[in-house]
């Protein structure tokens, strides 16, 4: 086993720090102050984790306390993850990585704390339904000081932070908006696409083959997400049935097409917007749904892996899908309201009501929008997107 950061100036041979060195921008990542427990850092992969780990590890070493790191990948399930942990039993710090490569990870890290309380775990991971049933499952074992941490790709208002910090030419406004579009959060991707704002066609073949990996992993039928996929690009911002979903796709039935869908969500990839009802504040769970990808490189990624054409107006799409985003970070009761006189995109519970209009000047308001009854309206159009003061 490679105990490398036990080696004088690892961190300048080490993969994930020395790559953070050289990149162009260097994103802000929250201080995290440790404690006994557990401290987990989710999100999707290729957005950061594992270098905010190293960093955290680098950090611990410097001031000397005794650590342990390793990548869960080839680790095949919580049996041997135990022995891994109880074979270093001096060590107060594991950093593991991709903790839900191992199957039932939780079922070694709750024995282990049991053991000895004054242990600290820090672990990564991709897959948010493994990770939020680790944390069921572990009651009273999370750290008090850092808990459940989360990493997601970057928002327009940070990626545009970074352009800044890299040095590179500006753009006006709408056409950053635009290369945000065809480019995405990922650090990675911003790295690849440069000052010239080029398309990061490595990185979305990356991408590509981790949905795909993840489907295979899970004994899916890569054809079906291939489809599934092509048909949520297709229909993005539109509301529609599971039933319906599966209709057109090879997916067949409700209960598959929920399979298939979950996947994704669970690969921080999808984001499901239920109808609401504002004259009774409740979410009608059972009627049709609105999906939204989380970011843009999962809106190319699907046209790729579907082989299907970009439609026209793609922009409209993209501009929804990203406010979607930015809302669904900031707001627990967002969802969409629709009558048979039209939909009002996104509804935050009874205080704010925000229309999607990808155009310079806004007309054709819908009637359900005009006669909703809102303390706050607004229509985000592409001179006021992100409007929200």
């Known amino acids: 086993m490679d105990f490398f950061w036990k080696k004088p100036g690892w961190e300048q041979e080490d993969r994930h720090l020395s790559a953070l060195k050289a990149a162009p921008f260097k994103r802000g990542l ?13 999100g999707p992969r290729q957005v950061g984790k594992s270098t905010w780990l190293k960093l955290l590890l680098k950090e ?13 990948e080839d680790l095949n399930d919580h049996k041997d993850l135990a022995e ?30 049991d053991t000895d309380f004054k242990k600290v775990f820090i672990l990564t991971g991709s897959n948010s339904y493994d990770l939020r049933k680790g944390l069921d499952l572990m009651p009273g074992r999370w750290s008090k000081e850092a808990g459940e941490l989360q990493l997601l790709p970057m928002l327009f208002e940070e990626w545009r932070s970074m352009i800044i910090q890299a040095g590179w030419p500006e753009r006006e406004r709408l056409q950053q908006i635009r290369d945000f579009m065809r480019i995405g959060g990922f650090p990675t991707a911003l790295a ?20 795909m990996g993840d489907t295979i992993k899970l004994k899916r039928q890569e054809i079906f997400m291939r489809e599934l996929l092509g048909q949520l690009a297709k229909t993005m911002g539109t509301s529609i049935s599971l039933h319906g ?39 009608h769970f059972k009627k049709e749904k609105k999906f939204y990808f989380t ?22 799409q993209l501009a929804e899908m990203i406010a979607s985003e930015w809302l669904f970070r900031r707001f627990t009761r967002l969802g969409y309201y629709s009558t048979r006189s039209g939909e009002v995109d996104f509804v935050l519970g009874r205080e704010k009501a925000i229309e999607i209009k990808w155009v310079p000047v806004v007309h054709n308001l819908s009637k359900t929008y005009k006669n909703l ?14 409007d929200l003061d």
């Open 30 to 42: 929250p201080a995290v102050r440790l404690s006994p427990g557990v401290t987990l850092i989710r």
């Open 60 to 72: 611990q070493v410097d001031l000397g306390a005794s650590c342990f790191y390793t990548t869960c």
């Open 84 to 113: 891994l942990i109880k074979s270093q039993k001096e060590v107060s710090y594991f950093f593991l990585d991709e903790i839900t490569f191992v199957d039932e990870w939780w079922r070694a890290i709750k024995k282990a704390t």
């Open 192 to 211: 690849e696409a440069g000052p010239e704002m080029n398309t990061p066609e490595y990185a979305k073949k990356v991408y590509a083959r981790w949905i």
């Open 245 to 283: 979903l599966a209709q057109k796709t090879q997916l067949m039935s409700y209960h598959t097409a929920q399979d298939y869908l979950s996947i994704l969500e669970q690969a921080f990839a999808l984001r499901s917007l239920y109808a609401y009802d504002p004259e009774k504040d409740q979410f």
């Open 295 to 316: 970011d843009p490189i999962v809106y190319w990624v699907a046209h790729d892996l579907a082989g299907m054409k970009v439609p026209d107006d793609y922009e409209s």
């Open 373 to 386: 009854v809102c303390a706050d309206k607004r229509v985000w159009h592409q001179g006021s997107f992100f």
